[in-house]
């Protein structure tokens, strides 16, 4: 693959340079005290830690899932040693309300959401990290405000990727709200194909993830997920149809965000993505395959002058679990190299 100018591709053995944090440390004894917010009428929790420049982190997950700011908890301390770090809970996770309308169980919702947080905080010239389902309210930003986004910031996302038709779908669940207990998230996250590494599925992280998990409004969510996606599929047989994968609640591209996928990713295939980009993957991850991310950065470096893309060999879903060091010292290493070219 030919690269543009300042683009390039780094593969890495991490686990020589970095030990996981969680193998370590335990990670609740570092949980900085959560924050609330309002945000139109939300209440938004987030974490806000560090001094330095601002920076946004935009976890990822879908309504009715255990997905929280609290997936960032193992990079914080290392990232809030380097920049002024604030965390949020997405609309409808985490701790953050649930949406008050049915219509605002979408994706443009979400987006709105994540940008009224920044302003709601009087953050300016950010640094925009995404992950996963996070990615793509961060792109879709940096190209709507581009005076507010100073990097962009993302790791594996088969969100915001263009499809492809061999990525593997995983089963939806059953529907049914079903209180899970702390065996059951432990084993969910021992078997997912999106965890290559087991080493940080400790104790402390599994707390974590069931907290989030067991809260009626996220329960809430779940069942108005599938109330959505029951009268989407019975408004829309034709659309259907044609394309299956739009009634899947854990396809990569849903109803409730595929037209806002598509125009933020025929917007960058015009050239309105200027930001200087950093995108993180790992080579082993299943749910967002490598390939995903390669065509992705493609796209990229076809109107963003500063591009990178770092792999991680032996390294699932999450690299800023699995590498904490490493990443900070590569987002640390991205965002002092633009700062000396502005």
Known sequence: MRLQRRSF???TAAG???APLLANTSLLASVPAAKF????GINTR???VGSGPDMVLVHGGQFGGSGSADNWLPILPFLSAHFHVCALDKLGMGMTDNPKRDEDYSMVAVIRHVHRFIETLGLKSIHLVGGSRGALPSTRIAMDFPQLVRNLIFFDSNTLAPDDPNTPIPPDPSGESATPTKDSVRASMMSSTTWVSKRHVTDEFVEAQWKIAVLPK???AERKLFELRDRFARENPERVKANPALAKIMAPTPWWMYEVKYETLDMMKSGRLKTPTLVLWGYNDRSAPFNLGLDLFKIITASVSRARL???NQCGHQAYVEYPAEVTE???DFTKG???EA
């Open 9 to 11: 591709i780094k593969q």
């Open 16 to 18: 020589a340079l970095a």
């Open 37 to 40: 917010i309002n945000v139109d």
């Open 46 to 48: 987030y974490y806000e």
């Open 218 to 220: 996220i329960q809430e």
């Open 310 to 312: 770092h792999v991680f």
């Open 330 to 332: 590569l987002i640390l």
């Open 338 to 340: 633009t700062a000396a």
